[in-house]
């Protein structure tokens, strides 16, 4: 009998950690995905300030 129940409480053990690894596993995408978004996001943001300081300097040097 303590025999079952080392054995049950192991399946839950085992249990437990591949469900802790699917859900760990999961937020690190859904996390990856959005710092990628943010990183394009700054991305973008940056190549309009530098279009707009390479306007300037055009400007400045026409006149």
């Given amino acids: 009998m303590p025999l079952d129940v080392f054995a049950m409480v192991y399946q839950l ?4 950690l591949v469900i802790l690894f699917i859900v760990s596993l999961t937020m690190f995408i859904k996390n990856n995905k959005y710092r990628h978004q943010d990183k394009n996001e700054q991305l973008r943001e940056m190549n309009r300030k530098l279009d707009r300081i390479i306007e300037l300097l055009e400007d400045s040097r026409r006149k």
């Fill in 13 to 16: 053990v085992v249990i437990g």
